[in-house]
């Protein structure tokens, strides 16, 4: 046992950890690494599943695929090192076991042995290397740079032998694992000799394979005989792409399908109340940063700042958007899933006579004008009349401008984007696995999606050292002094993480959901 | 010099005078006429309705039609909210009401724009005839065989949506068609004698085209603004809609209907349905005035 | 035909030709002046610098606007509609994916509203004057004049929430047969056609005036025909000769304009196709979806001359 393993172990016993937390830490250092589905749970096999999903934006290309039609493609035929359950445990898939060295810069994974592509190719550490090396260099393009910047570069991932591979990382990561598994969704491994023509075979090792994929229309997969593990369940599913919820859910309600991937509480309020409709309902880390511009006016000054997220009430957000599928926020990305999430620093209430003072001690008493930015999606813009309305009773009367996606963030430049000029704005951001890309860009002095234009060298010395801790009291200590500086400074407001939801037929069982809309599929059945 | 300027004046005091009592018959006898008309008696009630509510809006509404109130959203039709509650729990009652401003203001304006515009465009294009008339009639025909939402949504994209530019959109879009209407009747007009007995008096191009032309073709003009009105409406709505028009929280109807229209079938109605009828009645509304007008006119 | 309808044919293709041409700059230069850029829309916008700027790279986006639209007129004329920027392969199959659906939406409106408003002509012009024709008359204009959207929305409530005789969903299950996928085309239709409804049964309507009060109508009463024979063989087709060029003029209407009501029926056909290759900025899609409605515009408006000419009597007579 390791120095790390054994201080979790104390942890445990000590009281100062949950189980669920313990199970997190100890999958992601390697220490737990078998968690099979007992077998006895498992439905009836045969079965075709009918799934509605959003269309693919784009081409079915691993390196290139952002959105979440795409994403639900890929892990449907392709698979992770290491899969990051809803429960953001890590379970092996690709890889059996993983270990960092001491100060987690290096990270060795021993592999799954006799593995097969569907296209006869063996799986093996050059698979790996190929994969990891296509992912992380900048002159392939890949949709991952964003978030293995800085962690690992091409060359990085060494072959040790067939079944062992090495990640030399950029700096030290004690999170690494989460890099690799399917929390970074385009990390599916591909044969060392893949030539970019994914959509013509989607050939990958998983439990089921490609019959048919038909773009905008939708796919067929049928069940891999030659997969490594546990046969999948069903003989086959079909998935059919729809351009938007309304008819999911009305497709759904007229059994046209047994699952949707994914729905919004918007417009889905129907489908919430109907008893013949399951819901799976997982807490993620998805949420909405609204970001205050801290160089420039009257939001320049911490006291305006705070003020403003003073204004807002949560508890009614929480309830009036997301029927209660949601948790607090406090403006800080660290949600409350994450085990590392410091839960005791204090929730920021509504608290208007507080937020008053603050305008008139900044030198504001009769408020001021400004306007928030945002794009038209899902419940956005009813969020940001909510915080038009709340800014009103501090006297910030805030206009609002609702663009199209495409024109909110603009070519993502300084200058030539809504979204990092606006003095105000809403922006979605996904759910991870683990806060560190979520700490990284949006905060980070000059980070490259840092709207709110912070800069704050105390900040940046903590993320750099909450990344390279690998021990929970340490990530967690070091999470607290995050959570309370982003507090008292403001530069974002975070009011709640919502709940990723999946919903399904009255008999369907076994789907299995990830908070960034992978469905797996392998254990479903129809009772 | 004084005589010479007193008696210009009582020419210009006896041409008006004149011209007035024309103008008043002529008045006496349309209102008459209109006024037997029950399609334009109907569709002036329903515009004159929506007319005093987004004048009177405020005083008219029981809530204020911004108020969010999250513990009561999706309320359906209740004594204290008689049309329900949207997502955020505002007043569907009172939104209607108030939606009918942002509506009223912005149609209206775009159709007077198109109508200046096109009015000077059309009696250019009509009274020049030659190749001035050639270019710009080849020109006008090419943009409106454009589909016109999509130039306007082009347009709106590039310029961002506001109040202002969804106006200004539907003015530039409207101007062409205005210019047609008004060109064919000042063809006609040239030919009937007072326009050659104008230009042998060497009375200025200008003075013509304003003075003695745009007078007599004021009624099909009077009658293509109430036509293009409804189009305006038709619209602003429909940009609206597609998420292009008028921006949140109005409280304008195809805003409305764009924000709540997936609530539909989970059986919240009430969110759509009442701004539907609301857009359906003015828009049948001013149409009917405009039908009545044209009979009467034409 | 006479030589004439084929010069005024000629004419209306060149104009129309121009109109393509300007239509496909406008949306070009469009393109250009809106926010983003084409790799930045595909991978997100999270997406790393350098991974956009390479995918520009590889789709050619990142060369001279100009240089741009030559290569696309240059693929279009060689008969190649290009290649989709997001989904990296042929727009054609695409194109013709969502044309079959919209014709499937437009046929089912046709369908609905021509023998729906030329009866509601007919029906007003042989009771000229009285409250029939004002109801028609009235009736129609008013129901053209409701945006398509408000329409649907009404529509959708009455027979698809209310009284549930309708599905409201323009999909169907998979293996549906013809008559159950006609069933879900009904309430996406209804709107299109209360549009149409107010024009063709108002030229209808027109056509059959004149008719009735024609010399040729007369003199076949006179001869001592059966009413109902007269207005068959005589009044019928000369009434109906304006309405086939108003429904094939707008046929244009419901390929273009269907924008409004397949977002509302979330209906993948060209209008949606359009409206998400334009939010997306995959412009080879944007380009061939709006030229494919033109060119459908042009079909249909030529298609209404031959048509008149065919049917003219008094062309003809010229032709012979």
Known sequence: ?527 | MVLQRALKGTKVFWFFFSKKNCLLAFLMSVVRRLLASPGFLAGSAIVLFWVVCAVFGPWLEPQSPYADDLINTLSPPTAAHWFGTDQIGRDIFSRIIAGARPILSVAPAATLLATVCGTALGLLTGYAGGWVDRVLSRLIEVILALPLIVVALLVLVALGPSSLNVTVVIALVFTPIIARTVRSAVIAECKLDYVPAAQLRDEGALHIMFREILPNITPPILVEVTVRLGYAIFTVASLSFLGFGIQPPSPDWGLTIAENYGLIVGGYGWTVGFAAVATASLVVGVNLLAEGLQEVLR | MRAATLHAIGQRGALSALTLALLSMVVFAGGQVLPGDVGRSILGPLADARAVAVLNHQLGTDAPPLLMYARWVGHLLRGDMGMSYAYRSPVAPFILHALGKSLALAGMTLAIVIPLSIGAGVWAALHHGRWQDRLVSLGGLSLTVVPEFVSGILLVLVFGVWLRVLPTSANTRAGAGMWQEARHLILPALPLVLVLFGYISRIARAGMVDALEADYTRTAMLKGLPRRMVIWRHVLRNALLPTITVIAAQTSYLLGGLVVVETLFRYQGIGSLILTAARGKDYPMLEAGILTVGTAYILSAVLADVLVGLLDPRSQAGAR
């Open chain 1, 1 to 527: 046992m390791t120095s790390q393993a054994r201080h979790l172990v104390g942890e445990l016993r000590a009281g100062r950890l949950g189980r669920r937390a313990f199970l997190q830490h100890a999958a992601r250092i390697g220490l737990l690494t078998a968690a099979p589905v007992p077998a006895a749970a498992r439905g009836r096999p045969g079965a075709t599943i009918r799934v509605a999903s959003n269309v693919p934006a784009g081409a079915i290309e691993p390196l290139t695929v952002s959105e979440i039609g795409g994403l639900a493609m890929l892990c449907q035929t392709g698979e992770f090192l290491v899969v990051a359950g809803s429960d953001l445990v890590l379970r092996p898939s690709l890889a059996v076991s993983w270990q960092p060295n001491a100060d987690s810069s290096v990270w060795t994974f021993r592999l799954r042995p006799s593995v097969r592509f569907h296209g006869g190719q063996a799986f093996d550490a050059a698979c790996v290397v190929a994969t990891m090396d296509r992912l992380s260099d900048p002159k392939q393009g890949s949709n991952a740079l964003s978030v293995l910047r800085g962690v690992l570069s091409p060359g990085g991932t060494k072959r040790i032998d067939d079944l062992t591979v090495r990640f030399e990382l950029d700096a030290p990561n004690g999170n690494f694992p989460f890099y690799v598994s399917s929390d970074n969704y385009n990390a599916i491994i591909l044969p060392a000799d893949y030539a970019g023509d994914f959509e013509t075979n989607f050939n990958g090792t998983g439990p089921f394979r490609l019959e048919r994929y038909t773009a905008k229309v939708g796919a067929n997969f049928v069940r891999n005989e030659a997969y490594w593990g546990l046969p999948a369940l069903p003989a086959r599913t079909e998935f059919s792409f729809f351009g938007d919820q309304q008819p999911q859910v009305l497709a759904l309600e007229d059994d046209q399908v047994d699952v949707i991937v994914q729905i919004a509480v918007q417009g889905a309020q129907g489908l919430l109340r109907d008893p013949d409709v399951r819901i799976i309902d997982i807490p993620a880390a998805t949420h909405r940063q609204m970001h205050l511009r801290c160089d420039d006016g009257p939001l320049a000054d911490k006291r305006v700042r705070q003020a403003i997220a003073l204004s807002l009430d949560r508890p009614g957000l929480v309830h009036g958007l997301f029927q209660g599928r949601a948790e607090l926020g406090n403006d800080s990305p660290f949600a409350p899933i994450y085990p590392s999430t410091d839960r005791s620093v204090p929730q920021r209430a509504r608290d208007i006579p507080r937020a008053r003072a603050l305008m008139q001690a900044a030198g504001y008493p009769n408020g001021f004008e400004t306007t928030l930015t945002t794009e038209r999606s899902q419940e956005i813009p009813l969020l940001a009349v909510l915080v038009q309305n709340a800014c009103a009773q501090i006297g910030v009367r805030v206009a609002l401008t609702i663009e199209d996606i495409a024109a909110y963030y603009g070519t993502a430049q300084p200058g030539r984007s809504d979204w990092l000029d606006s003095p105000m704005g809403i922006t979605d951001y996904g759910h991870r696995g683990v806060p560190n890309v979520t700490l990284a860009a949006p905060y980070l002095s000059g980070g490259a999606w840092n709207a709110a234009h912070f800069r704050n060298a105390t900040y940046d010395r903590l993320v750099a050292s909450f990344n390279a801790a690998t021990e929970l009291p340490a990530q967690r200590a070091l999470a607290g002094d995050i959570e309370r500086l982003l507090l008292d400074e403001t530069p974002v407001i975070i009011p709640y993480f919502y709940d990723y939801l999946c919903a399904t037929g009255p008999t369907v069982t076994g789907v299995a959901v990830s908070g960034i809309s992978q469905i797996f599929l392998q254990d479903a059945a129809l009772s």
